[in-house]
């Protein structure tokens, strides 16, 4: 359900807009030209962080989507020897 909600948000937020500016920015003439370039680098940095998350997620561990209160400080005496 969480992943339903991400898709359908992301529809329509920041997934579009990147393929809408870049639409808007190339001329007529060579829109098709661009928009494939376009296409190209954004599906090798999609492929480039999917090739490097698994192994970083390896070797860090995933963080938790809540984490705990953290631990108190430890406590400091008022005599010092």
Same mark, same amino acid.
């Given at each position: 359900?969480?992943?339903?909600?991400?898709?359908? !948000?992301?529809?329509? %937020?920041?997934?579009?807009?990147?393929?809408?500016? /870049?639409?808007?920015? $190339? +001329?007529?003439?060579? @829109?098709?030209?661009?928009?494939? !370039?376009?296409?190209? %680098?954004?599906?090798?940095v999609?492929?480039a962080? /999917?090739?490097?998350? $698994? +192994?970083?997620?390896? @070797?860090?561990?995933?963080?938790?989507?809540?984490?705990?209160?953290?631990?108190?400080?430890?406590?400091?005496?008022r005599?010092?020897?």
């Amino acid at each position: 359900m969480l992943l339903c909600m991400f898709v359908a !948000f992301f529809s329509f %937020g920041p997934g579009v807009c990147v393929w809408v500016v /870049a639409a808007e920015l $190339l +001329p007529a003439s060579v @829109r098709a030209k661009g928009m494939s !370039f376009a296409l190209l %680098g954004n599906q090798a940095v999609t492929a480039a962080i /999917a090739s490097v998350f $698994l +192994p970083v997620a390896s @070797r860090f561990g995933y963080a938790p989507l809540s984490s705990p209160s953290p631990s108190p400080p430890p406590r400091i005496s008022r005599w010092r020897a």
